[in-house]
């Protein structure tokens, strides 16, 4: 069982960044396929960012979110700069033992972290 804790949210006005962090338990985390995704309100979740050895990003946030991992802390993280209002949502990491990333079939969830983005 891995357990996934996002921190980092908050409040910020456009054109500013914030780091979001995802903890995870477990001695296996750097096996796992880690992704972020995001949910804004009356929206379907997607899909942001995932790492296993090199990052991949959504067309929307390419060149603006970087993700990285530090397997000896079991933290992922997703640097967000250059933040526009439509990046309001509520932040969730993820985890999978498989080769695919996807809203459906990832193993285990975040609780999600809130990002509101001011105009």
């Known amino acids: 069982q891995v357990q996934l804790v996002e921190s980092g949210g908050g409040l910020v006005q456009a054109g500013n960044s914030l780091r979001l962090s995802c903890a995870a338990s477990?001695?296996?985390?750097?096996?796992?396929?880690m992704g972020w995704f995001r949910q804004a309100p009356g929206k379907e979740r997607e899909f942001v960012a995932a790492?296993?050895?090199?990052?991949s990003y959504a067309d929307s946030v390419k060149g603006r979110f970087t993700i990285s991992r530090d397997n000896a802390k079991n933290t992922v993280y997703l640097q967000m700069n250059s933040l526009k209002p439509e990046d309001t949502a509520v932040y969730y990491c993820a985890a999978t033992r498989g080769n695919r990333i996807a809203t459906t079939g990832m193993d285990y969830w975040g609780k999600g972290t809130l990002v509101t983005v001011s105009s």
């Open positions: 790492i296993r050895w090199s990052g």
């Open positions: 477990g001695r296996t985390f750097s096996s796992y396929y």
